[in-house]
Every structure is written in structure tokens, then in C-alpha cells.
């Protein structure tokens, strides 16, 4: 297969972690005999920085020519503690989102069993949880009206949603709880908010085109806590934008980094592929990112384009670096193992295949990681 895949590494940590993306989906072509090309573009804070924009005309013309978008982190505490500035990195994606269509974020949750002490939740709750959240992307409050009065003390984000909107994505949360568990929750505040409750409306209506899919509902603060409290009750979670980007943030607690936090996001003819944690400036050039959640997302990209055998090789190559404890800091506080460290071993392991012989030994010393 040739892919064209557009690159946006983006700020802080963003290049340094897509660049063992890019290094997993090298040795994947390799090793499969395909064909990735890879080009680069600018989004976030840099691109605002070389061209005042922060989703320059030229990477939206890249991205609605690619077949694949490959997306880092967008972030710079230079923006956030400004509340005056009128452009912002994070325009960039928001816009991004909006002009490739890309309506539903896909963000599993599944621990990794080798991982399950990382936790801060106790092992028995959350040992065996497999669920995946879809949250609806270009509608709801990110994207309505803003106003600010001149006096700056009056503001307001308008939160609207359209049946379309809802629809499209329901669909997608059903068609996947039928490959699933056959289980879907929608989270919502029909209590007390009006597009939730056209929310609960169209998809209890859809639902019963999915006879064999269990629909039950929850509010949004309840759920906040089952997620933490009994996560194994779920199998597909589906939300509006705002509730959907908490939940799945929270939802890294289960997993014990937001390090490890792929996800895809998809439209009729467009997808784009990123980890969920942000720029993270604080360890920008240190070498102590953790370029799982990227690999992740670019294993991802190979399940979207049918590569079933292809992404099932990467997520073994991280098992792998995750069983022989070839992690970063943040899963391994005393790792010797960097960024790059992390991403050469999983690549390695692609490229191996049967006929590698591992030094355990030596990796827990930092020594080596393949011979």
C-alpha cells in the first residue's frame, strides 16, 4: 500500500514524539513492503511564529491532499497566560477539524496489563476495562458564537448542535458497539441543559435502528465518577464535545499516563491521527517525553487503512518495550530510558520479526535493548 501522510508535529514536545511515530511507520513499511511518504507542515504556536497564522493556507492545503494527517501537539505558555491574545495555537486544529470534516474522535481505553500498578485506581477496578469513547468534534460551545464585552467583564460560549451533527456521529458509536460489546452510553446533562436534550431525543430514536445494541443514558457528573469508580460498565461511551474532552482526559487515570493516549479522528473522507496529551513545553528538548500514545495513533492510522496486521505488530512492539520496562519517566521514574531510546526499540521489534534475541538482562541496566 502507498499512503501520503501529512506530518504536523506542531509545539513543545510534538516533533520529538512524531518522530517515533514516523520511525514505527518506517519499519512497518519495511517490513511489510509499503510505501509511506511523509511531509512536513506547519501548525500551533510555530507556524503562528513564522507566518502569524496558526493553520497556514499551505498545511490545510496539504492535509486536504493527503491521505492521512499524522498530528503532534499544539500548546505555548506564551499564549496560554495571555488572555488578550486574539490568535491562538489552538485555532489551528480547531479550524483543522472544521475544514477536513472531521466530526468523531475515537479514544479507546484499555490498559496495559503490564501497566495496571502505574494506576492511581486499584488494579481489581481497573483490570480487564475496555471501552472507547466517541466524542462528537466540530460542534457544541468550542465552536459557537464568542463574546466578550469591551469592559471585559461579561462573556459568553454559545453551545448549539444540529440534528446532523448528532446523527452522524450516533451512527458511528452504534456500528461500532455491534463489532463490540453491544453496549452503548450516552452521556449527557438532559437535566438541565436544551442540546442535551436533543441529544437523548435523536438517539433514542436511532437506536431503535440497532435492535441488538443496548442504549442506556447517564449525566455527565455521574459518569465522572463511574469512570473512575466501576469503568468496566462501559463499553461505548457517546458524548457531545466538551463533555466528551473531559471524560477522555480523566479517563488516562485508568491507563496511568496520558502518555499512553492515542486517538483518532474521523470524518466522511478525511482522518487524522494524534495523542491526546498536550505540548508540554516543561520537557521540550529533554528527551523524556513518552512517544507511546504517537506510536499509538500511528498504529491506529494502519487499522483505519485495513492494516490490521500491521498496527496488531506495532501494539505488540509496545507491549514489548512496556514488558522489558523500555519506558520513559513518567511510567518508570527511575528509567534510563529516553524518548528516542523508546522509540529505536519498538521500531527495532517491528523489523525483527521471529529471529531477535533479547538481552533482558541488559535492558533493565540501560545497557543495550536488541542484539
Avoid at 80 to 100: H, T
Amino acid at each position: 500500500m502507498n499512503l501520503k501522510i501529512a506530518v504536523l508535529a506542531g509545539d513543545g514536545i510534538g516533533p520529538e514524539v512524531i518522530l517515533q511515530a514516523k520511525k514505527a511507520l518506517y519499519a512497518i513499511s519495511v517490513a511489510y513492503d509499503h510505501e509511506f511518504i511523509f511531509e512536513d507542515a506547519l501548525i500551533g504556536a510555530v507556524a503562528i511564529e513564522k507566518t502569524r497564522n496558526p493553520l497556514p493556507e499551505q498545511t490545510l492545503n496539504l492535509c486536504l491532499n493527503t491521505d492521512a494527517v499524522l498530528f503532534g501537539a499544539i500548546g505555548n505558555p506564551k499564549y496560554d497566560n495571555n488572555p488578550e491574545a486574539k490568535v491562538r495555537p489552538e485555532q489551528g486544529l480547531l479550524k483543522l477539524r472544521q475544514e477536513l470534516g472531521l466530526f468523531a474522535n475515537i479514544r479507546p481505553i484499555r490498559p496495559f496489563k503490564n501497566l495496571l500498578d502505574a494506576s492511581p485506581i486499584k488494579r481489581e477496578v481497573i483490570e480487564n476495562v475496555d471501552f472507547v469513547i466517541y466524542r462528537e468534534l466540530t460542534g457544541g460551545s468550542y465552536y459557537g458564537d464568542k463574546v466578550i464585552n469591551d469592559e471585559g467583564t461579561f462573556a459568553s460560549d454559545i453551545c448549539e448542535y444540529s440534528e446532523n451533527e448528532i446523527n452522524r456521529i450516533t451512527h458511528q458509536a452504534f456500528k461500532a458497539a455491534q463489532g463490540r460489546r453491544k453496549k452503548v452510553t450516552l452521556v449527557d446533562k438532559a437535566n438541565v441543559l436544551e442540546t442535551s436534550r436533543l441529544w437523548r431525543k435523536l438517539v433514542k430514536e436511532i437506536a431503535k435502528q440497532y435492535p441488538d445494541v443496548k442504549l442506556e443514558c447517564q449525566y455527565i457528573d455521574n459518569v465522572a465518577m463511574q469512570i473512575i469508580t466501576d469503568p468496566k460498565q462501559y463499553d461505548v461511551i457517546l458524548t457531545e464535545n466538551l463533555f466528551g474532552d473531559i471524560l477522555s482526559d480523566e479517563a488516562c487515570a485508568i491507563m496511568g499516563s496520558i502518555g499512553l493516549m492515542a486517538s483518532t479522528s474521523v470524518g466522511e473522507s478525511k482522518a487524522l491521527f494524534e495523542p491526546i496529551h498536550g505540548s508540554y513545553p516543561q520537557a521540550k528538548g529533554k528527551n523524556i517525553a513518552n512517544p507511546i500514545a504517537s506510536i499509538l495513533s500511528a498504529a491506529m492510522l494502519l487499522e483505519h487503512f485495513g492494516l490490521q496486521k500491521e498496527a496488531r505488530k506495532v501494539y505488540e512492539a509496545v507491549e514489548k518495550a512496556i514488558e522489558y520496562k523500555v519506558v520513559t519517566i513518567d511510567l518508570n521514574p527511575g528509567s534510563r530510558f529516553g524518548t528516542n531510546d523508546v522509540g529505536d526499540f519498538i521500531s527495532n521489534v517491528i523489523l525483527s520479526k521471529d529471529d531477535l534475541y533479547f538481552k533482558n538482562d541488559n535492558v533493565q541496566i540501560g545497557q543495550s535493548t536488541i542484539v
